[in-house]
Nanobody, 124 residues
């Protein structure tokens, strides 16, 4: 059974930081790309970041502010979010699919497996 569980969301002021975690089970972590998408009302879902054993991806809007990392032995991926802005407010979803992060450059990409999401709210 494939399962992705997010944690670490919450409330933070502009300029603050949060660290999200995605715990994965039911598949071989090193064979998969694990990443983050976000969804806010009135906007389409957008890819945020991704990490695999071979590569990584960051959306232009978060480059220099967000850092993705992995603890492979624990099948866990982290997203460190610094210098947060109100426009970062969204539900953040962990997602995974066998392969690399190359697919995150493709419009409308949707990985095979998804977590339930965690709310991130950045106040002005």
């Amino acid at each position: 059974e494939v399962q992705l569980v997010e944690s670490g969301g919450g409330l933070v002021q502009t300029g603050g930081s949060l660290r999200l975690a995605c715990s994965a089970s039911g598949f071989t972590f090193d064979d998969y790309a694990v990443g983050w998408f976000r969804q806010t009302p009135g906007k389409e879902r957008e890819p945020v970041s991704c990490i695999s054993i071979r590569d990584a991806y960051y959306a232009d809007s978060v480059k220099g502010r967000f850092t993705i990392s992995s603890h492979d032995a624990e099948n866990r991926v982290y997203l460190r979010m610094d210098s947060l802005k109100p426009e970062d407010t969204a539900v953040y979803y962990c997602a995974a699919e066998r392969g690399t992060c190359r697919a995150y450059y493709r419009d409308n990409y949707a990985p095979a497996y998804w977590g339930q999401g965690t709310q991130v709210t950045v106040s002005a």
